[in-house]
């Protein structure tokens, strides 16, 4: 019987697990989670939005499968089953010199099966009359299978589900990885051994220290994402996500709105535990942006702010996922740059699939796969908001 343990019980390892149990695998899950209050969890502290405007063609699959399961929970995990999804769909801003880009992508996404619309500034000006489009050479609106929803209701289901299926999750701080013969021993925290056929590292923000263990280097660092509570005088009904050409977004929340600036994995520090919201950055450079593209929020209010973490891959901005060459057994489930929760399903199932069948079967995730960090070959991903 074989055991295997997942370090993380966030969206990604608490999906893993549930595929996994879902696909019959002999023997034991164990998950081990370090934060089960999930208080400081990258899922929980999320925006939790699902896009299909992506610069990769394997995230825009991706998304297709996490939108696939957003819609099937209630078949899963029974008819009461809601988090609130909301399909708002993104407008995505481009200024005019990167119209062309967007127009590139636009077509990629739609080859992969995304409904994605691209409009020039009339076009944006008749559908969205609150919205300035000086400055803006095109946008892109998602017509279906993007929009926001509850994080933290959908962590539950999944992991209520997995664990209705066998597995088992259990709060523990792992502090140590040792390969032994045919697997690995796992030290935890409170003196713990715990022997593993198979290991996971779904560590989000932490996934390199745990790599560090197993003598792997990961390139993923923690970096702290802010987000902002406004309350402003305009109607947010039938509004989408907007993201400006200046990395500013907004979106309906409740009767308000939900708010931040995309990150620069360029020049933002490494987060360590802080999880203090940067409350310079609305005046400094959120207010004006948001301003300036709706007028409206010139009157916007703050009303509280969050932060939470990222998981940025600083190769390419996109997931490291699967076997690792050269240590059998050993999985990786990380990087996702910000991107994890509508990913975290495909990429679940795709490790369980691994585990289980030793291959991809329902999607082929390999171009997303260790070997181009060893070769420092990037497969870049532009859409980090």
Known sequence: MER?????????GACTAYFLALLGHRGEIIVLERDPS??????????????????????????????????????????????????????VLAAPEQAGNLARCQRMQVAEGADVALLDPPALAARFPWLEVAGVGAGCIGNRNEGWFDAHALLTLVRRGAIALGARFQAAEVVGIEPAAEGFTVATAAGERLFADRLVNAAGPWAAHVAAMAGIALPVEARKRTGFVLRAPLAGAGMPLVLDVSGAWIRPEGEGFIAGIAPDPERDPPAGEDFAPDVDLMEDKLWP?????????????????????????????????????????????????????????????????????????????????????????????????
């Open 38 to 91: 999930y208080r400081f969890a990258s899922t929980t502290l999320s925006a939790a939005s699902i896009r299909t405007q992506f610069t990769a063609a394997v995230n825009v699959r991706m998304s297709l499968f996490g939108i696939a399961f957003l819609r099937s929970l209630p078949e899963r995990f029974g008819t009461e089953a809601d988090i609130g999804f909301h399909e708002g769909g993104y407008l």
């Open 289 to 385: 942006a948001l301003a300036a593209r709706i007028p409206a929020l010139e009157r916007l209010r703050m009303v509280r702010a969050w932060a939470g973490h990222y998981e940025m891959c600083t190769l390419d901005h996109n997931a490291i996922l699967g076997p690792h060459p050269g240590l059998p057994g050993y999985f990786h489930a990380n990087g996702f740059s910000g991107h994890g929760v509508q990913h975290g399903p495909a990429a679940g199932r795709a490790i369980a699939e691994w585990i289980r069948h030793g291959r991809y079967v329902s999607l082929d995730l390999s171009p997303l796969g260790y070997a181009r960090v060893a070769a420092a070959h990037p497969l870049p991903e532009d859409a980090i908001y």
């Open 4 to 12: 295997v343990v997942i370090v993380g019980g966030g969206i990604v």
